[in-house]
């Protein structure tokens, strides 16, 4: 499992998800408006921590997987099929052409991004918000300007931005893709 997620110091997920105050419940904006374009279908959460974008879609009739290091977090998922993997390890196989939906929120991992573009079905969409490289935060998880773009080169973009986070100081790269 990573620990180092930004500002280049350990964080250790579990103890993390341990405390309360950390757990969101509000699924991310991006993720609403997404959810408002499609049908319920296979939707992917990678990285979906205590699962505030699965239990969102889980609530909207979507057949949800989702994925996580952390079993501390992943047990406040019911509803949803959940998988406790390290991603960096490729514990989990994105299965090609499954998923109507896959999602990424606030997890940076380069190395996946061929298998998620497999992952999604053709006409399926990709939606995720990812933070950019900032100042004391670690460039390897941490995404350069215009970088997701490009990552979904040939994908129609329905949405793309680099905003503020919601409540929070960092930007964020945000893409809605859907595959051709
Ligand atoms: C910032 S949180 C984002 C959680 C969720 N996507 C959200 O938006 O609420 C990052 C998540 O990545 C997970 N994570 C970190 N390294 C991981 C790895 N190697 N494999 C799987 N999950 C990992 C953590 O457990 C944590 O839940």
Request: proline content about 7%.
């Amino acid at each position: 499992m990573r620990f180092c997620y930004n500002r280049n110091v350990p964080r250790d997920w579990d103890a993390y998800y341990s405390d309360p105050t950390n757990i969101k419940s509000n699924p991310h904006p991006l993720l609403v408006q997404v959810a408002e374009l499609l049908p319920p279908g296979c939707a992917l959460d990678l990285a979906c921590g205590a699962g505030r974008n699965a239990l969102y879609l889980a609530s909207l009739e979507w057949r949800v997987t989702a994925v996580d290091a952390s079993a501390v977090a992943l047990a406040r998922l019911s509803g949803v099929e959940t998988h406790r993997a390290d991603l960096e390890k490729h514990e989990f196989a994105i299965e090609p052409a499954a998923y109507d939906l896959i999602c990424d929120f606030h997890y940076l991992q380069r190395d996946l991004f061929p298998a998620i573009r497999e992952g999604v079905r053709p006409g399926g969409v990709f939606t995720g918000a990812i933070h950019l490289a900032s100042p004391g935060h670690s460039e390897a998880y941490s995404l350069q300007p215009g970088e997701l773009r490009q990552e979904f080169a040939g994908w129609k973009i329905s949405y793309y931005s680099e905003s503020p986070e919601p409540q929070s100081t960092r930007v964020s790269a945000r893409i809605i893709a859907r595959r051709a």
